[in-house]
C-alpha cells in the first residue's frame, strides 16, 4: 500500500507558476512509477506527465510539453509538476498516481494508488 498526499495548488492568473507536490508514505516509492492527471469540471480525467522510477524517462501530454515538468526525488518520496505559463484551460483538480508494477503507463486505469487532488485554478 502506498498513500498519496498532494499540495502546492492554488488560485493564480495567466502566465503564472506553480509546482505541486505530491509526498508519498511507503519504503518502495522508488519502484513506483509516477505520473500526473487532472480533471476539469465536466471532463474526464487526462494525462498529464509521467516520470519512470528512475527519472531516465518522463512523457507529457501535448497540451502541456514545453510547460510543464516532472520530477521527483527519491530520496524524499516526492514527486513534483513544475507548471509554468499558465492558461486558464489548465485549471482542474490535479492527482497524483502511483504504479507498482514495471509498466510505463498514460492510461489511469493501470495506476492503483491516487491522492486526493489539489485544486488550481487560472483566472485570465
Known amino acids: 500500500q502506498v498513500q498519496l498526499v498532494e499540495s502546492g495548488g492554488g488560485l493564480v492568473q495567466a502566465g503564472d507558476s506553480l509546482r505541486l507536490s505530491c509526498a508519498a508514505s511507503g519504503r518502495t516509492f522508488s519502484g513506483y512509477t509516477m505520473a500526473w492527471f487532472r480533471q476539469a469540471p465536466g471532463k474526464e480525467r487526462e494525462f498529464v506527465a509521467i516520470i519512470s522510477r528512475s527519472s531516465g524517462d518522463t512523457s507529457y501530454a501535448d497540451s502541456v510539453k514545453g510547460r510543464f515538468t516532472i520530477s521527483r526525488d527519491n530520496a524524499k518520496n516526492t514527486v513534483y509538476l513544475q507548471m509554468n505559463s499558465l492558461k486558464p484551460g489548465d485549471t482542474a483538480v490535479y492527482y497524483c498516481?502511483?504504479?507498482?508494477?514495471?509498466?510505463?503507463?498514460?492510461?489511469?486505469?493501470?495506476?492503483?494508488?491516487w491522492g486526493q487532488g489539489t485544486q488550481v485554478t487560472v483566472s485570465s
Open positions: 498516481a502511483a504504479d507498482p508494477s514495471r509498466r510505463y503507463s498514460t492510461n489511469s486505469y493501470n495506476y492503483p494508488y
